[in-house]
């Protein structure tokens, strides 16, 4: 059972450029959690989304953020203009039902120049 | 959620135990401990959790105190490959209950 999956690992964006990344759940699971971590910081919690719904946005930064889980197709976290500031790794994680434990992926490395 | 308090890091031999504790002390009954951990530069590695009873799996060993005030992650026999920041997380089985990750326990395997 392959584990959640996310691309790109690596991505590097100019200032100002727009930053979409994946999350594809494991099998079987609906639910998806976006965590962003800063360096040298813990993971903070951003977003959480069933199939085609925002449950929790909670954590997201009031502009330029936004993410969506359509029906069909991974989870999609989008950055629009990004900053420097928005350097960070990006984990998603899933779980069966909100409820579950949660199962986290490798990670994207956003690098912004 | 309650907050946790665990120790900044902690150095442990190579094929020794290592037990790792965390402080829970405002924990409310319905609140279980779930413990993370992660390798440098990876995503974060579910490693057990639970609610009041011992739990053990393939990886770990989870003692609670009776009253679940503190736990321990006990690795009984560490690896250099078990070098890595762990979690300690109090957080209830609601539906979307995020995850808050705290400061961590550094774990230092040494040969």
């Known amino acids: 059972n392959a584990g959640v999956m996310q691309n790109p690992r690596h991505l590097v964006r100019r200032r100002g450029q727009e930053a979409r990344l994946r999350c594809s759940p494991m099998k079987g699971h609906s639910h998806v959690y976006w965590y962003r971590q800063l360096p040298e910081e813990g993971l903070k919690f951003m977003v959480y989304l069933q199939k085609e719904n925002i449950i929790d946005e909670s954590g997201m930064p009031k502009e330029r953020f936004s993410a969506e889980f359509p029906k069909e197709g991974p989870s999609i976290l989008r950055i629009q203009q990004v900053v420097r500031g928005d350097s960070a790794a990006y984990f998603c994680?899933?779980?069966?039902?909100?409820?579950?434990?949660?199962?986290f992926g490798p990670g994207t490395r956003l690098l912004v120049l | 959620d309650a907050k946790t308090t665990q120790p900044p890091s902690m150095d442990c031999a190579e094929g020794r135990a290592a037990n790792l504790p965390c402080n829970h002390s405002?924990?409310?009954?319905?609140?279980?401990v779930y413990w993370y951990r992660q390798i440098h530069s990876q995503g974060p590695q579910y490693i057990i959790h639970?609610?009041?009873n011992n739990e053990t799996n393939e990886m770990a060993s989870l003692i609670i105190t009776e009253d679940r005030k503190s736990s321990t992650l006990i690795l009984p026999h560490a690896t250099l490959r078990d070098t890595a920041v762990y979690y300690c997380i109090v957080r209830t089985n609601n539906a979307g209950n995020m995850l808050t990750f705290g400061g961590g326990t550094r774990l230092m395997v040494k040969p």
């Open positions: 994680a899933s779980s069966p039902t909100g409820v579950e434990t949660q199962y």
């Open positions: 639970g609610l009041k």
């Open positions: 405002t924990i409310s009954g319905n609140e279980y």
